[in-house]
T-cell receptor, first 111, second 120 residues
Framework: DAKTTQPNSMESNEEEPVHLPCNHS???????IHWYRQLPSQGPEYVIH?????VNNRMASLAIAEDRKSSTLILHRATLRDAAVYYC???WGGGADGLTFGKGTHLIIQP | DTGVSQDPRHKITKRGQNVTFRCDPI?????LYWYRQTLGQGPEFLTY????????KSRLLSDRFSAERPKGSFSTLEIQRTEQGDSAMYLC??????????????????FGPGTRLTVL
């Protein structure tokens, strides 16, 4: 499986934008970039995914580099509820097989 | 709440005992996944079902682990002769299989709250 690299932790202030980076230099042409997050004491939840173009939804935006070797999850206005571990995951062909999680980025939000 | 549910939420057992966990997926979802998560790590994939068929098993799933989904609805995960290393959070997820060629249909996975297993 192609691997992703994320910082172990990041800190941000409430109501400010947060940019969470992910490197995936060995990504293949058919790998989709997915982001999930896991709030404390909960199971992971889907955030967003994309292939080549930038994507927006109600939770976040996903900016994908032109060479697709990196991507950035953008939380436009962080709240305390966004404090979680964020996982960047590559999924082959957009298929529905088991997900390969790394350690993710622990996002800390300061009030 | 029509999300994924898991039972029990917590289980404490003694080494050598058998345990069984249950997962009820979202009703219209035909794919069901099991993951294991230890402290400080991301979830690790164990196995998944499409309807009642078990399509993939991770090498992490030793012979002591068995999963079933007999009627394509709820699933059970049994661990026989538990060991202290089995202590972890066991997560279940489900997804809906969209139309078209299955491997090319992305489907968001919805996770349950997990069952925390402690083996003494």
């Amino acid at each position: 499986d192609a691997k992703t690299t994320q910082p172990n932790s990041m800190e941000s202030n409430e109501e400010e934008p947060v940019h969470l980076p992910c490197n995936h230099s060995t990504i293949s042409g058919t790998d989709y970039i997915h982001w999930y997050r896991q709030l404390p004491s909960q199971g992971p939840e889907y955030v967003i995914h994309g292939l080549t173009s930038n994507v927006n939804n109600r939770m976040a935006s996903l900016a994908i580099a032109e060479d697709r070797k990196s991507s950035t999850l953008i939380l436009h206005r962080a709240t305390l509820r966004d404090a979680a571990v964020y996982y960047c995951i590559l999924v082959w062909g957009g298929g529905a097989d088991g997900l390969t999680f790394g350690k993710g980025t622990h996002l800390i939000i300061q009030p | 709440d029509t999300g994924v549910s898991q039972d029990p939420r917590h289980k404490i057992t003694k080494r050598g005992q058998n345990v069984t966990f249950r997962c009820d997926p979202i009703s219209e979802h035909n794919r069901l996944y099991w993951y294991r998560q230890t402290l400080g790590q991301g979830p690790e994939f164990l196995t998944y079902f499409q309807n009642e068929a078990q399509l993939e098993k991770s090498r992490l799933l030793s012979d002591r682990f068995s999963a079933e989904r007999p009627k394509g609805s709820f699933s059970t995960l049994e661990i026989q002769r538990t060991e202290q290393g089995d202590s972890a959070m066991y997560l279940c997820a489900s997804s809906a299989l969209a139309g078209g060629v299955s491997r090319r249909s992305y489907n968001e996975q919805f996770f349950g709250p997990g069952t925390r297993l402690t083996v003494l």
